[in-house]
């Protein structure tokens, strides 16, 4: 079973650049055809999607974030990552990876592997 | 933006009851639509994938029915360990999550 677990800085100081990365357990699944994906949770709210990159490196990101947010894969290392531009304090979230498995045959079949997320607080 | 809106907010109900949530898209999403459980501290699990297929591992008591822009997730009798929020989540266009329902012991 493909495990997931997210890496980063706790704080981040308001207006810098938020990064983490996302370690899989296998090298191979990451080249498979599948979405690795980034969503937070900010305290107390629901589940937002901030982005997600393909094993072929093609990115899709959320509009409310496009301008501010990149993600990036490298096999090598067997992880992804994630950059957040400008940040703000509603930026303070809970960050999860997640891998989606995308549609094929006219299903869909969901975000089936999380990693336990990682906490980021922005400010001063 | 594909907005989902769940409700109820909150569902107070007893162990052995029967749970009904619903997911309502702003506009159809056909059956690209997922139904997660989160605990308290825990990441969500996929519970339902393309609107009515349960994952491998998840107990037949919870089943997901629609398509187009009104789904239901149904647990037909509650135990103890299914008190929990409850998110759906849409594929058509981008990614985007309803606002969960919280089902609460009564």
């Known amino acids: 079973q493909v495990q997931l677990q997210e890496s980063g800085p706790g704080l981040v100081r308001p207006s810098e650049t938020l990064s983490l990365t996302c370690s899989v357990s296998s090298r191979s699944v990451l080249s498979a055809d599948y979405y690795w994906s980034w969503i937070r949770q900010a305290p107390g709210r629901g589940l937002e999607w901030v982005g997600y990159i393909h094993n072929t490196g093609n990115t899709k990101y959320n509009p409310s974030l496009k301008r501010r947010v990149s993600i990036s894969l490298d096999t090598s290392k067997s992880q992804y990552s994630l950059r957040l531009t400008s940040v703000t304090g509603a930026d303070t979230a809970l960050y999860y990876c997640?891998?989606?498995?995308?549609?094929?045959?006219?299903?869909?079949?969901?975000?089936?592997?999380w990693g336990q997320g990682t906490t980021v607080i922005v400010s001063s | 933006e594909i907005v989902l809106t769940q409700s109820p907010a909150t569902l107070s109900l007893s162990p052995g009851e029967r749970a009904t949530l619903s997911c309502r898209a702003s506009?159809?999403?056909?059956?690209?639509l997922a139904w997660y459980q989160q605990k308290p501290g825990q990441a969500p699990r996929l519970l339902i994938y393309n609107a009515s297929n349960r994952v491998h591992g998840v107990p037949v008591r919870f089943s997901g029915s629609g398509s187009g822009t009104d789904f239901t997730l149904t647990i037909s009798s509650l135990e103890p360990e299914d008190f929990a929020v409850y998110f759906c989540?849409?594929?058509?266009?981008?990614?985007?999550f309803g606002g969960g329902t919280k089902v609460e012991i009564k």
């Open positions: 997640a891998r989606d498995l995308g549609s094929g045959g006219g299903y869909y079949y969901g975000l089936d592997v």
């Open positions: 989540q849409q594929r058509s266009d981008w990614v985007t």
């Open positions: 506009q159809s999403v056909g059956t690209s």
